[in-house]
């Protein structure tokens, strides 16, 4: 951008450290860090949005009486087995480099199906692993809870079965803790909480589902907001715990205690009313959330200067037409009123003039550089669209130049066939005439060709003779 305003006053380029130096002198600016953000979360991040989806909430437990302790919510997650996360170590101060941690075998994917509720307390675990068989270790061997229930799926995820069948889960333990009359179940839109039977089996049970807005659910649901991030971690310290006793591969039987040592440390209480109350849930308060979204850039409209404002209208530099016409009324009353006092606060009022006229001029043409650069994108973009996607060979390898030449020689096909078509609609009389012509001519050649001969033969004798010629009709 610098280098764009310096050509366009004919100057050269900055020096490669003039951005540090730049912010340096500059109080207001400083560095950070970037991370990259998914542009679908990025959109689902509106305010608007985010209010709705609490009237929403706050209208549905008000219909139906709902009360906080019957407010619900539930998901999967699921991860590798062996898999640990990158933590802050103490290390020795001349190591170059970050150090390495050894993760062990065993990357066999699991899901667990979480569900929580706003009083605290949190709904037995649903384990989902690969394999198609229940092995007697892992109800035998296993400390886990006996309320714990495990599936089994081809590639170790969720399905609209499963999804079902931890609907009946949750209804076994919730049954004989519900407060009111219906219960309220905050969940996502995977496919497997919307299908019919998932539905039907809520309706039978007064079960009220509410479905987050999609990509917003690291901001309004509470298991994500305060539970899953903190069971992973925990996780991770109890791999890494058995690592250091030289256990290198994780199986299932291995897996299960660790879980279990992970989720009583991070599914408490206080966890997940936090988790609720971050989610701005329970209790409702929708600020929580709306507080932590980015600013959404408008652009501000300019208020109209009252007849008294211009009348007191103080030097400063223009940001806008207006101000720029009100510094020149001001400055062309002081012209007029100035006699013999210090002509300082003209000069300042003109430098302060120059300043928002640069300023306003440098903006133009930043933005018809913008514009520029906007209206090449959209002529690549309306170009590939226009384009059409032919296939070319089915497997193989090709290079540029013989993919030129398929599609030339394609192009040249076609052109072909076309004329064949067109040729093939003409009547059968041009037909005829072509053939007759095509007849005529080979009979005209054959006639010159015997005429050409019969001169040769008069060079050739001094005596005169008699020329015979037959002509076919």
Not at 297 to 311: R, V
Not at 397 to 405: F, P, R, Y
Not at 462 to 470: H, L, N
């Amino acid at each position: 951008m610098a280098n764009k305003l310096l050509a366009a006053r004919g100057a050269g380029q900055v020096g490669q450290k003039w951005p540090a130096n730049f912010v340096k002198r500059t109080d207001s600016l400083t560095t950070r860090f970037s991370r990259a953000y998914d542009r679908q979360r990025a959109l689902c991040e509106d305010p608007v949005l985010i209010k709705n989806w609490f009237e929403l909430v706050e209208q549905t437990k008000a219909k139906y009486g709902i009360c906080d302790e019957d407010v619900y919510n539930f998901d999967e997650a699921g991860f590798s087995m062996g898999k640990i996360t990158t933590q802050l170590i103490i290390t020795a101060s001349e190591r170059r480099g970050r150090p390495k941690a050894v993760q062990p075998g065993g990357r066999e994917w699991v899901t667990f199906i979480a569900g929580i509720n706003a009083a605290g307390w949190s709904i037995p675990l649903f384990l989902i692993f690969t394999g198609k068989y229940h092995l007697s270790a892992w109800y035998e061997e296993a400390e886990i809870p006996r309320n714990w229930a495990i599936a089994v799926s081809d590639n170790g995820w969720t399905t609209n079965e499963l999804g079902v069948e931890w609907l009946k889960h949750f209804v076994k333990h919730t049954d004989g803790k519900v407060v009111g009359s219906r219960r309220l179940l905050i969940l996502d839109g995977h496919e497997s909480h919307q299908s019919l039977e998932f539905q039907e089996l809520c309706k039978e049970n007064n079960i009220y589902t509410l479905c987050m807005p999609p990509h917003s659910s690291h901001l309004l649901q509470p298991l994500d907001v305060g539970c899953f991030s903190p069971l992973k971690r925990a996780y991770s310290r109890e791999i890494e715990s058995l690592i250091r006793n030289h256990i290198n591969h994780i199986t299932k039987l291995e897996f299960l205690p660790a879980f279990k040592a992970a989720f009583d440390q991070s599914f408490t209480s206080a966890n997940i009313c936090s988790a609720f109350r971050g989610a701005g849930l329970v209790p409702l308060q929708p600020d929580t959330v709306l507080s932590k979204l980015d600013v959404q850039l408008c652009t501000p409209t300019t208020p109209a200067l009252p007849a008294l404002a211009e009348a007191l209208w103080q030097a400063c530099t223009p940001s806008n037409v207006r101000e720029l016409e009100a510094q020149s009324t001001l400055i062309s009353n002081r012209v007029r009123q100035h006699k013999s006092s210090s002509p300082a606060s003209i000069i300042a009022a003109i430098g302060q003039l120059k300043k928002g006229a640069e300023i306003m001029i440098l903006s133009a043409e930043l933005m018809r550089d913008r514009i520029a650069s906007l209206e090449k994108a959209n002529d690549t973009a309306t170009k590939r669209r226009q384009r059409k996607k032919k296939r070319i060979q089915k497997r193989g390898v090709l290079t540029k130049g013989a993919g030129e030449d398929l599609l030339a020689q394609r192009e040249a096909d076609q052109q072909i066939a076309y004329e064949e078509r067109q040729g093939g609609e003409r009547s059968g009389v041009s037909r005829q005439a072509l053939a007759r012509c095509t007849r005529i001519s080979a009979l005209l050649e054959n006639r010159a060709t015997r005429t050409s001969k019969v001169h040769d033969t008069e060079t050739d004798f001094d005596q005169p003779c008699v020329i015979i010629a037959s002509t076919q009709t």
